[in-house]
């Protein structure tokens, strides 16, 4: 069975065998208690500024999820561009010590390209990144950043839209338009099928 890891894990597991990267351990069992005795996750805690730490979690993985995200609006929000460049620095040190890199799965929005959602109200939408621009713009930055990295790294972005916490529904992977609302676990679950496709490459 392949093994995934996920930086950001403080939502839910996919059941598959998962690194689990987290800044709090505690933060993440109080979260997510049953997996304190869970066989198939095991968890790496520090600052993500360990890069001996991020590449371990990443070690031997099909696919990483950079699922690390910060959701005040804040000025200066860089948590997509700190992860991206950590996770590609952990990924050249895997690389120097003959390992394989994994396939990177990158959660973004539709709010970063609006031709996904050309069907709602410019307004509407004008008015959404407003509300979200810092958080907007670190996400577009930090796709910047990784196509820079293309030649390098298998690297796939996911651009969901609004998303929801509600049961899982069904979804479908659509690269000219989103559907909305979405459920974080239908959201996971295409994440997962993009992981295992072996086609590769941005999308």
Known sequence: MPTYA????????PDR????????????LRLIPSIADSKQ??????????????????????????AVASTPNVPGCTIAQNTARQVITACEALKQENERR?????????????????DQ??????????AF??????LKAAEHFLRSQEDLFSAT??????????????YELDLQHVQ???SFLDLAAGMLEVADDSSGGMI
């Open 121 to 130: 109200p410019a307004l509407l939408l004008r008015v959404l990144y407003c």
């Open 17 to 28: 065998k998962v690194n689990a990267y987290c800044r709090s351990n505690l933060k993440l």
């Open 180 to 182: 909305f609302p979405l």
């Open 102 to 118: 994994p396939k990177l799965i990158v959660p973004s929005s539709a709010s970063v390209d609006h031709s996904l959602m050309s």
């Open 41 to 66: 996750v095991k968890i790496f805690e520090g600052s993500l500024n360990d890069t001996k730490l991020v590449a371990n979690c990443l070690r031997v993985t099909r696919a990483v999820f950079l």
């Open 6 to 13: 996920v930086l950001g894990a403080t939502g839910n597991f």
């Open 157 to 170: 972005l996911v651009r969901p839209g609004a998303l929801c916490n509600d049961e899982q529904r069904g």
């Open 133 to 138: 621009q810092y958080v907007y713009d670190d």
